[in-house]
């Protein structure tokens, strides 16, 4: 039977709508079994204390958040460069069916993991640090590039003269008019360097994040309010003080301001790949059936526990992303607000993401109490200030007739209509970011699959915590395909970037 | 190939780090109360080393109990202020690693169950049944008296897991983080190390009219110092003596009481031989 297209279209809305209902009614479902009570007896004056020391900044030991902050950028920008040197040669062959999985499984794995792996075997080294930035970021850069580079515009390839070399081909006839997309998306991840790099100092790198837990964990609020401020300006002025010029510098400086660690031994990477990993039962020559009694123990107790809290957890924190992209796009939108109401408006923005879910998480806890209301809290902001940026620089790119609603009906029947369709993209797009932060909010205490990676841990039993490593970046490849599919069943544009 | 690169790699970043003239000796300690706290002590004790043993001594503080098993299992520590249970996990994972010498108290150690005001719970000289049903929380995941002993008794008392005799449990981190806890009601009750509750009360940092110690444990063998077994072919024949004789000889009263111990007398691995039962009974150690 043949549609007409306007059908067609008024299909698609329609099923656009269905799912939006649908996601909204299984996070409430969420909502009802999930734990999301406040459990400390006085949070406004947790909350009040933390206020005060963002307005009393103690900078009274210069010299320690120096440190902490030059080594949270020299991470960063070796982290990254590395990562984007190892996913532009990736990127090369990502036609290639094992690139392809091989990248996918590397970038489904949270850095913080990452780290958690390297420092059984490199110890409190530098490279521990570096690795765990630069190997899923060369996974997302690998995808990402490869996109870029494909949806190049192929005339000057055709033009060549015959003879040409596949590499001059390559960088005199495709890369140049991929190069701004390019330059463009490794500045973004730079930004998101910085905030792993400070989020890395949690598990004992030398970066924000050790001297702001230690400060955190004592009370010391001040202390915590000047290292938070410090991130933000670092954030802020990414811009001012990364240049293009500028950049092979940092990257050549960087390597030198990573601090010593302790003395690699080599032994012990061996020692990890041949011992530490192999399940107990086999290491200590049980047989397959006592492999296969601890794989289920493993599955039904620890597994399955842990990725019903971490599903539970990421679909509200979706929608609660949704809701508050929504709310908070008209703060930057031109259609909304006047010139001053839009500097405060990205303040505000650039504030909730520019801050890492892990620490807002962290942040939260202490002030409300363990249940998975902080973490909720901590994503839906994070994530949904980035949305809410993205649409609402979006929002700024159309034209409204001179006689346009205005108000809420200008809100609820001209804007959020025309940019839904992107919202959603957007959306889904985070869904796997989110699953993978709430993943990792475990090592808070929340009892999603982090909290079960990192009792293994704790406990010494690495065999175990690979094994739940390997089953959370399972789970998040399975919503990253399932995203995928509603999103081309949703007819909604894939966006290459999707991030700021 | 990949392990080439790597070699390569590491190679370039350290060829940056200054070299230190002689090899020096490193230790660490689990983190188990506030970070300025620990660095403080245990600087006083790389100072008080150093002079003893005449070589250089560095102290690497880390953030959690495993951290700290996993730098002196990588041989990056050579010796450690370990629990109970993170001591029996090096001596496990390093073969020849030796238990050198415990505080005075360590040998008599204890847990004490604290609980906030509101639950109306009494000291008694049992865990109170009342306690079933309320919010729990133990220290670290890999802490001795915050973790293994506690639920130890928690599991004898009500015979079924802390999960299910609770409404909530939760892990603070360190003893400190304990006391603030369920001081401020964000947990009805806790576990912790006797000795940093009773430091922290004389110290005045306790309100004790909100939360109290309502029962103790019976005692155990809890921290010690660990050293790895070839610190003498790396440090000279006799080394490790010369640093057990150097802990048990330190009497600086200031020193002691940071830790606080009122002196350190020697340790044998088979002192933590009822730690290690315990911990096996429990399913944290293979």
Redesign the interface.
């Known amino acids: 039977m043949l549609r007409s297209p306007t059908d067609n279209s008024a299909m698609r809305r329609s099923a656009t709508v269905r799912t939006s209902v649908g996601f909204v009614v299984v996070a409430l479902l969420c909502l009802v079994i999930a734990d999301i009570q406040v459990?400390?007896?006085?949070p406004w004056r947790e909350l009040g204390r933390l206020l005060t020391g963002l307005v009393t900044p103690d900078f009274s030991n210069p010299a320690a958040i120096g440190t902490a902050l030059l080594r949270t950028v020299a991470f960063a920008f070796v982290g990254v460069a590395l990562g984007a040197s190892a996913g532009f040669l990736l990127a090369l062959i990502f036609h290639l069916r094992v690139v392809r999985t091989l990248c996918a499984f590397v970038r489904a794995i949270h850095e913080l993991f990452w780290a958690l792996i390297f420092?059984?075997?490199f110890?409190?080294?530098?490279?521990t640090g570096?690795l765990a930035i630069a190997l899923p970021y060369a996974g997302v850069f690998a995808k990402v590039y490869s996109e870029i580079l494909d949806e190049a515009d192929p005339l000057p390839m055709q033009v060549l003269p015959a003879g040409t070399g596949l590499i001059s081909g390559f960088l005199f006839a495709r890369v140049p008019d991929a190069w701004p997309h390019l330059v463009s998306y490794t500045a973004y991840r730079l930004e998101c360097g910085l905030r792993s790099s400070a989020v890395l100092g949690?598990?004992?790198m030398p970066t924000l994040g050790?001297a702001l837990?230690?400060s955190f964990?004592?009370?010391y609020y001040s202390e915590v309010g000047a290292l938070l401020l410090v991130f933000f300006v670092l954030i802020a002025t990414l811009r001012l003080w990364v240049r293009p010029w500028l950049v092979p510098l940092y990257v050549a400086v960087s390597?030198?301001l990573?601090g010593?660690g302790?003395?690699?031994?080599?032994g012990?990477?061996a020692r990890f790949f041949t011992e530490d990993i192999v399940p107990?039962p086999l290491r200590?020559g049980e047989g397959w059936a006592a492999l296969w009694q601890w794989f289920s123990d493993l599955l039904l107790h620890e597994a399955l526990p842990g990725v019903w809290t971490t599903v539970v957890l990421t679909q509200i924190a979706l929608v609660g992303t949704g809701l508050i992209a929504l709310l908070a796009f008209p703060l930057i939108s031109r259609h909304f607000t006047s010139r001053p109401g839009s500097v405060l408006g990205h303040v505000a923005l650039v504030v909730a993401r520019s801050t890492p879910e892990y620490l807002l998480a962290y942040v939260l806890l202490q002030l409300w109490?363990?249940s998975m209301l902080p973490a909720i809290v901590a994503l839906a902001l994070h994530n949904g200030g980035i949305i809410g940026h993205l649409i609402g620089r979006r929002s700024n790119e159309i034209t409204l007739r001179p006689d346009a609603a205005h108000g809420l009906d200008r809100y609820a029947y001209e804007m959020v209509p025309r940019l839904y369709g992107p919202f959603l993209a957007f959306l889904f797009y985070r869904w796997e970011i989110i699953m993978r932060e709430t993943a990792i909010l475990g090592i808070l205490?929340i009892a999603t699959l982090g909290f079960y990676v990192?009792?293994a841990?704790?406990?010494?039993?690495f065999d175990r915590a690979l094994v739940l490593i390997v089953i959370t970046a399972l789970l998040n490849i399975g919503v990253d395909s399932l995203a995928r599919t509603l999103r081309r069943r949703l007819r909604l544009r894939h966006m290459v970037n999707c991030e700021p | 190939m990949f392990k080439d690169t790597l070699r390569k790699l590491t190679l370039a970043l350290t060829l940056i780090a200054p070299v230190a003239a002689a090899e020096p000796l490193v230790f660490t300690a689990i983190p188990d109360q506030d970070e300025t706290k620990l660095r403080e002590r245990f600087q006083k004790v790389a100072d008080y080393l150093a002079e003893e043993l005449d070589t250089e001594v560095r102290f690497v503080p880390v953030k959690s109990y495993a951290a700290a098993v996993t730098a002196f299992r990588n041989n990056q520590v050579q010796l450690a202020w370990f629990g109970g249970l993170s001591g029996v996990q090096a001596r496990q994972l390093v073969p020849g690693s030796e238990a050198l010498a415990q505080g005075v108290e360590d040998a008599q150690f204890r847990t004490y169950f604290i609980a906030h005001e509101s639950t109306g719970l009494e000291p008694s000289d049992h865990l109170p049944e009342a306690m079933k049903g309320m919010t729990f929380t133990f220290g670290s995941k890999g802490s001795t008296s915050g973790r293994l002993m506690p639920e130890y008794y928690i599991r004898q008392q009500f015979d079924a897991a802390p999960e299910d005799v609770f409404s909530r449990v939760g892990f603070s981190g360190n003893h400190s983080r304990t006391i603030d806890l369920v001081e401020s009601g964000t947990y009805q009750t806790g576990a912790l190390n006797f000795a940093v509750w009773e430091s922290e009360v004389a110290a005045g940092n306790v309100d004790t009219d909100a939360v109290q110690v309502i029962w103790e444990t019976p005692s155990y063998a809890d921290y010690q110092w660990t050293i790895r077994g070839d610190v003498d072919e790396r440090f000279g024949e006799g080394f490790k003596e010369r640093v057990r004789e150097a802990l048990v000889g330190m009497d600086d009263p200031e020193l002691l009481a940071s830790f606080p111990r009122e002196g350190f007398i020697p340790a044998s691995n088979d002192d933590y031989q009822g730690i290690l039962e315990t911990a096996r009974a429990l399913d944290l150690i293979d």
């Open positions: 459990t400390t007896v006085a420092l059984q075997f110890g409190l080294h530098p490279l570096v949690f598990v004992g050790f837990q230690s964990a004592q009370g390597p030198f990573l010593t302790l003395p690699i031994m080599w012990n990477v107990a200590h109490g363990p205490g990192d009792s841990i704790q406990e010494l039993r």
